[in-house]
């Protein structure tokens, strides 16, 4: 699935008058991951109390794709920075809200990457922002059956994803995880790798506690030695 950037633009901003009718997207480029640009909400959006109705379609149907994660963010950075991880392996990105995740592991020379998302309007949005990155993505809603490694950014936010975590192990070979809001995981075979701080673009007044991702990885190979 890809959409022309204009075309896949003018489709976000559909999708985001949906639950913030004041809200607009822009192109803009995510602060230390060069050369990504991604269509966003846009940075002036008012921080103050929302009208009645308008929070009960956020509460209904949140646009978390228009963001970009402090957790996405520090993967993407981090991939960049070493991309031996993923160049030239087959590569999904499990959750991929805007799809920077996505977008990074393809610049950094994956040969195949798939972006899953269950919520449509993230899929548009990591198909579009692809398009403007002049990569290729396969968007789709569900996982496939196996690939070399399996990315996950700010998905364990709430602990009944946590499950996430061994679905992980069944569809990959490799797993990297990046989450700002866990220190720690429950299962002990994945081991912390790096920790980076990372802030959520735009920042609408993130808590600072949330500024540092933890990065994890899980390995088939290392469970089998």
Known sequence: ???????????????????????QIEVVAVPGCAPIKLGLISADFPTGPLPPEVMRDVIANPAYWAFCWGSGL???????????????????????????????????GAAQ??????DADARAATAANAAINRVTIDVRATLPESRDILLMADVLY??????????AQSHSARVLIADTRIKELPDPSYREVAQLEAFTYPN??????????????????????
């Open 1 to 23: 699935m890809r959409s022309g950037g204009a075309t896949g633009i003018s489709e976000l901003q559909a999708c985001l008058q949906k639950t913030l009718p004041m809200g």
């Open 113 to 118: 990457v798939t972006a899953c998302d269950t």
């Open 74 to 108: 520090a993967l993407a950075r981090f991939l960049l920075a070493d991309p031996a991880w993923v160049a030239g392996k087959s590569v999904v990105d499990l959750g991929s809200g805007s799809g920077i995740v996505a977008i990074a592991a393809a610049l950094a």
């Open 158 to 167: 709430d602990k009944q994803n946590l499950p996430l975590l061994a679905l």
């Open 204 to 225: 609408l007044g993130e808590f600072d506690e949330f500024r540092t991702a933890h990065i994890f990885s899980w390995s088939r190979q290392a469970q089998q030695q």
